[in-house]
Antibody, heavy 125, light 105 residues
């Protein structure tokens, strides 16, 4: 069974750093792209970036380039999303999601066939 | 940037109704379009990809159509489990629509 299990909720202060995780199981972790999606309170979905754990090829949405860092450790089948200096506006639910293999070529960040349960990040002084 | 606009933002419907949600792209995206369902407090679930291909395990009352700039998601007979928010995504660039909430009439 394919599963993406994310790390638990975080409460941080502005200016602090944070790294959240997404552990994949039940499939070949190195063979599928893993994306990150933000959902601010009461709002819609925003694609942030995506990584291919097999070779760490990483692509970012222009809106999030330079604001976050995406990485992966294929030895433990885990992808990460990190911030060096959090802002109150980073308060949101963050989902990791697996890009399904519906194409034999890079077609873009999606569609996402399996999703993690989400990690709630709260940034408040 | 390609913008995705969904309509309506909210839809009130009854069990058994035929429901149609529209997603328009600001420029042609061929068939690079997916539809997701999200229930409160849950992660999104993939329903449709390649604009009209039904994801495995998704009930056949869901269908997608369109290409280029205009797409639709249709639920042929709304079931109690279908009350949720629906998002389109043009996955060539990753952009999601703003969502359509389907609520009980």
């Amino acid at each position: 069974e394919v599963q993406l299990v994310q790390s638990g909720a975080e409460v941080k202060k502005p200016g602090e750093s944070l790294k959240i995780s997404c552990k994949g199981s039940g499939y070949s972790f190195t063979s599928y792209w893993i994306g990150w999606v933000r959902q601010m309170p009461g709002k819609g979905l925003e694609w942030m970036g995506i990584i291919y754990p097999g070779d760490s090829d990483t692509r970012y949405s222009p809106s999030f380039q330079g604001q976050v860092t995406i990485s992966a450790d294929k030895s433990i089948s885990t992808a990460y999303l990190q911030w060096s200096s959090l802002k109150a506006s980073d308060t949101a639910m963050y989902y990791c999601a697996r890009r399904g293999k519906y194409y034999d070529f890079w077609s873009g960040p999606g569609p996402f066939d399996y999703w993690g349960q989400g990690t709630l990040v709260t940034v408040s002084s | 940037d390609i913008q995705m606009t969904q309509s309506p933002s909210t839809l009130s419907a009854s069990v058994g109704d035929r429901v149609t949600i529209t997603c328009r792209a600001s420029q042609s995206i061929s068939s690079w379009l997916a539809w997701y369902q999200q229930k409160p407090g849950k992660a999104p679930k993939l329903l449709i990809y390649k604009a009209s291909s039904l994801e495995s395990g998704v009930p056949s009352r869901f269908s997608g159509s369109g290409s280029g700039t205009e797409f639709t998601l249709t639920i042929s007979s709304l079931q109690p489990d279908d009350f949720a928010t629906y998002y389109c995504q043009q996955y060539n660039r990753g952009t999601f629509g703003q969502g359509t909430k389907v609520e009980i009439k």
